[in-house]
Every structure is written in C-alpha cells, then in structure tokens.
C-alpha cells in the first residue's frame, strides 16, 4: 500500500487541480473516477501477470516476454520517456510551489531553475543509492499523506454548492480529454508489480494492494477536485499555479498554505525520485536485454546503482524541464505525454496477458488469475478504454505521444532487432499456425552449442518435409525454493549470454532460431513442459560422455526426462567438426531405427563428402551367453537386422553401407571400425532401469577409446491425450 498508494499519492495532488479544474470544471471529479477505472483495469491485468511471471520487472518485462522485443521496445522506451516526463511535470510543480509561494520570488525562469536543484538532488541521491533515505522517505510521504487528509475532512465544511452548480462547463468530452491529463497520477501501482518478486504471498497481496491502492486514492482524488472546485470556483482554480495552497488560505489562513506547501514539496520530491528511480531501471534492463547499448547495463564499482543509466535519465529529464523556458503550458504538455505513454503500456500490456493465457508457457503459473467471469472481458475492455482516452487527447500530444511510440518501433528496427534475445509468445498464441517441426535445444555449455545447434539444424531441415523449421535454443536457470523470487543479475546475464551466442551461432550457420529464457526450480521438468507446451518433434541435449557414476546413468536432469520422454530424445557429447562419415550401431533394440534416422540426418554436415554406415555386431556361432544363438550364418542374420531397421527408419538402401561384425565384445568389433569416423549413433536401451543401460556403457567406452562424436537416441514415448490446441 505505501508502495502503490503512497506514490500515487504525490505531487499530481498539488499540481493536477488547476489543471483538471481548467479542463473540466467541478465535473474533474469524474475525470478522476474514469482515470481510476482505466487504471484499475490494467491492475488487474498486472496483477495477474506479476504473479505469473518468475522475474519481476513490470509492464516492460511482461510485454517482452510475451509479445516480443518489438513491442518490448516500444514499451520501453514508452515508460523511460513516460516517467521522465512525469518526472520534469513533478519538478515543475516543485518550482511553482516555492517560487510562487514566497512573495520576494517570481518569474518562470527561476521555477525552471528550482525544478532543476531539485532535480540535481534526485538523481545524485539514485546515483549514490536511495537505501539510506528511505526511512526518511517513508516519514515524508506520512506527513505529506496527514496534511492531504486534513486538507480534504476540513475542506469539506468550506465548500460553496453555488460554485458547483456549473458542474461539467466542457461537457463529456472535455471530462474525457481532462482524463488523459490527469491519468499520470496512477502510475504509482506499477511499481508494486517491479517489486513482485520479493514480496510475501504474492497471490493475496499483489493483487489486494493493488485494487486498494487504485479505488482508494480514485475516491481520494475525486473528493479532493469536489473541495477544490467547491471552495473557489473553477475559473479561478484553473489560474493557479499553486491551486491546493490557494484553496487552503481560504480555510486554514497562513498556517494551512505552509502546511501545503511543505506536503507539495516533500511530495514533488518522492514522486519524481520514484519516477527517476523506475525510469533509470528500466533503461537499465534494455540494456541488459540488448534493446539499449550495453554502455547503460552497468552497476557503480562501488555503489552497485546503474550509474549511467541514472546520468542518461537525469540528463534527458532536465531538458525536459527546460523547455518550461519556453512553452508556458509545459506543466499540462508534461503530464499528458505521460499519461500518453502509459495509456500504451497499459493496453499493451492487456495484450500481453491474452497472449501468455493462450500460449500457456510452462513457467507461467499466477498465484491470482483474473476471475472467469472478468475474463477476457478486463482485458478487452481495457483495451479499449485506453484507446479511447488517447482519442480524446489534444492534437499535440497525441503528436508527440506517436512520435516516441514510433520512435521506439524504429529503435527497434534499426538497432534493437539483431541484437535482442526474446522472441515472446504471441507466434503460439495465435489461433492456426502453420505446421511446423520442432528441434529443442537447452543450452547449457558455450563450449558445445556450436555442435548442438548444428545438429538441430540436421535435423529439422531432414525432417521439415514442407513444414516451417522451427529450432528453439533454451536455456533454464534453476533456482532453489520459490521460483518467484528475483535471481542474481549476474545469472541472469549469463543466461541471456548464453543465448545471444546462440543467435550469432545461428546466423553463421545459416539456421532460423528462437530463444528462450526460463527460470525453474527443477530442471527437467521444466524441459519436459516447455517441450510439451511448444509441441516439440525432437529434443536435443548434451551430454558429458560418462555414464553409470553413483546414482545416475546420464545425471539428474537426463536421467528424469529418459525415463518417459515426452518426444524423441538425443544425447550428444559433441567435440569435433566438422563431420563428415557417420555410423549407426543398430541392432533389433526399439530405438534403433531412431538412432539410424538421426545419424542419416547427421550425415547431412558433411555436405556430400560423408557417408553413412549402419554397423550390427553379431556373436559368432559358438558364443556360448546363455542366450538362443538363430540358425543361420552371423553375417547373414546381420544383414537381415540391418536392412529391417533401415526400413524402419525410411532409409533409401543407396544413402547407407551396411556392415556386419562379428565378434565377443560390441566395444571391440566397433571401436576398431568407428576409429576412424566422425560421428557414432546409438539407439537407448530398452530396460526399465538406466543404470542397466548397456547403450550408456557402451557408448562411455566408444567415447573413451575413440576421439569421434557420440550420440544417443530414443524416441518419445506416445502422448495419450491431443495437444492443446492455442486457437482452441
């Protein structure tokens, strides 16, 4: 509540009445309630989302991840420059309140001059960090928030029912229009979603404080425009630098102005350091996500603040104030482009949450879900509700509003597009997409994503058959307890490393790839949903090359997503390139036409020069292993398996050799063969426990006697039930 209240409760309660009183008469009151109910829509949709998301970073991060970074962008650069106008509004308001309130001051020059102290002040005390004046923060906006109830409860015995008689002067649309402009005071509930991650039982209380929040400072700002408009009328009111002092005069003689005044200027302060603060972190996570120059996403050596990112908000922030010199409605102008742009964020972000329903990504699990019978009516109404208010905003700020919205689109393309790691959901929530096939890739070691990658390109381009190929590089950063709350900024820079690698190893190699960033607490079933959930044909993963060491065969994750694989599995410990002759071991084992398909489609990184081998070891006649020795000579019986399993796998007889060895030990007969090749593939055993994996041990020892690539392969088991359709 202090978070999301207490900021909303700021400097637009000082600044915002002349304004809306000028705009919309008494009829204000309803601006506000309109405003209130925009921001209550897109509170829920927050809320919602702020639950959902493992990561906490508000609309900006939300609208990323689910829509992209096209839109990312926009969203962006539409809340840097959205708080930074809020921001230069509050600092101007900074300037009237005590230049016009002491009578030995005057001039606009010297309002700007003050604004711009002010300012200074901010930002040094967000570049040295606000941790230690929080405290003093806090007993601020207390005080700040007393004298506002005062003003209010005591307001409401002065007032003069003959000055509401005009009650809406404008008419409904300028009670409209007036809502446009006084929409930048509910700004203050998005940071309760910026904080979501660290705060206790998330599912009650984000979405509580922030329905609270919005319906309690709505009323508060509605019974205030009554008081103001009610006490001096509104022609008058809308005048006024200074309306709330002039109103309290009336009431509360000298006493009541210095009391405004104090309250006006404390909250000026909080209201443009929290904007500052937000503004100069979300800069900072562009940068950190590639959609800004990597020179912004870096924290003080000693302060550990995003320093530059702070200096750049500040800068820009103070030629905002500046131009106060010359526009004299530069207050009005201020707090409408920022209402503007996040009027875009807000619908925007309303998109985003139909779009993370739809697509149903596995790490998206909200504590708090939009009631059934709200949904989608809240988002769609928000939608629409946002809309409506930007139509109804004056020319010129609808001008510039465009204009950094388009700026942001044009960042994108020009700089963001080749550099940013997030491709969002919205290609899965769309209702009839075009069949595609499918390659997962988790990313784990920058050392072998080279390989891996060059192999799911193998592979989906063999097996696309008309399809579009679609190869998904993931990476799963695992995190211990509750997965909700923030990770360190150093692993989640790894992760996006790992992954931006991976975009510029696709391009190299001439692949199309998608990206994604999960945060999970355990890691294989994290793998197993997001293979579910993108409808994966083939998943491919690393692996160490060992086998069968304490109480694991393939290790903890491999071994969990083995014993029932939800699609077809490779495990490839991959350490030389290029490849060029490929052999499959095969045998009358289930995952043996498996393990020969993908050593077909291996096959195919040698660009003509290699060429396949299908390999069956048969004992000799006299192996005495307990076992029913068939009749018929070994090389005979070889060749039967081989051809059966090259059928099966839908191999042409002309795209392999086959070969037969006969021998004691599999190892022996193969490793003396496979020496020379680049790649061997083998089919997963068909036991039920995989410590008694004989495909494992076999291909722990293939790989340490010989120095070619090692792969194995099983298929999916069968999924019972039809997937999910996204258009459904």
Known sequence: MTLGGGTMIGAGIFILPAIAAEGAGPASSISFGIAGFVALLAALSLAELATGMPISGGSYHYVNRGLGSFFGSIVGWGMWTGLMFASAFYMVGFGQYIVESAPFLDGRALIVFVGLIGLCLIVGVNYYGTEESSGAQNIMIGTEFVIVLLYTGIGLFFIETANLVDFAPTGPSGIVATTGTVFVTFLGFEIIATVAGEIKEPGRLIPLTMVLSVVGVTILYMIIMIVSTGIIPYQELGGSLVPVADVAVVFAGSI???????????????????????????????????????????????????????????????????????????????????????????????????TFRRADPPEYDPDFEVPGLLYPAIPVLGVLASVFVITQMSRIVQFVGVGLTVLGGLWYVV???????????????????????????????????????????????????????????????????????????????????????????????????????????????????????????????????????????YGPNLDALLASPPTDVTLANFRERPLG?????????????????????????????????????????????????????????????????????????????????????VVSAV???????????????????????????????????????????????????????PGE
């Open 256 to 354: 009541g102005v210095l009391a405004i005044v104090f309250a006006a200027v404390i909250a000026a302060i909080s209201s443009s350091n929290s904007s500052i603060l937000a503004a100069s972190r979300v800069l900072f996570a562009m940068g950190r996500d590639n959609l800004m120059t990597d020179w912004l996403n870096e924290t003080h050596d000693r302060f550990h603040t995003p320093h530059r990112a702070v200096v750049a908000t500040g800068a820009v922030t103070a030629g905002l104030i500046g131009v106060g010199l010359e526009i004299e409605s530069i207050v009005a102008l201020l707090a409408e482009v920022a209402s503007f742009s996040f009027l875009v964020t807000y619908a925007l972000v309303h998109v985003a949450l139909v």
């Open 581 to 665: 002759d490929v052999v499959a071991l095969v045998g009358r084992g289930p995952n043996a036409p498996t393990a020969a398909r993908r050593a077909a489609e291996f096959v195919r990184l040698s660009d003509g020069h290699g060429r396949l081998t299908l390999i069956n070891v048969q004992p000799p006649d006299d192996a005495d292993d307990g076992a029913t020795t068939p009749d018929g000579d070994p090389a005979e019986r070889g060749e039967e398996t081989v051809e059966g399993v090259a059928r099966q796998a839908g191999l042409d007889p002309e795209a392999y050799d086959a070969s037969v060895l006969v021998g004691d030990s």
């Open 671 to 725: 490793a003396g063969m496979v020496g020379e090749r680049d790649l061997v593939c083998l089919g997963l055993s068909d036991r039920s426990d995989l410590l008694d994996d004989r495909s494992g041990s076999i291909a722990e020892r293939i790989h340490d006697r010989t120095a070619c690539n090692v792969v194995i392969a099983t298929r999916g088991q069968e999924v019972p039930e039809k997937r999910r359709d």
């Open 415 to 553: 700089y963001a597009r080749n550099n940013a790691v997030e491709d969002g959901l919205l290609r899965d929530a769309l209702p009839g997409r075009e069949p595609t096939y499918t390659v997962l890739v988790p990313i784990v070691n920058p050392d072998t994503q080279r390989g891996l990658l060059e192999l799911a390109g193998a592979s989906a381009a063999a097996n696309a058959d008309g399809k579009a190929v679609d190869i998904v590089a993931l990476n799963v950063l695992q995190v211990t307890g509750d997965g909700r709350q923030n990770v360190a900024a150093a692993r989640l820079d790894h992760q996006r490393d790992l992954l931006e690698a991976s975009r510029d190893i696709a391009e190299r190699i001439d692949i199309p790839i998608r990206t994604r960033a999960v945060v999970g607490s355990d890691v294989s079933e994290t793998i197993r949903e997001v293979i579910e959930s993108d409808e994966a044909d083939h998943a491919l993963l690393g692996w160490r090359g060992s086998f069968g060491r304490g109480a694991y065969a």
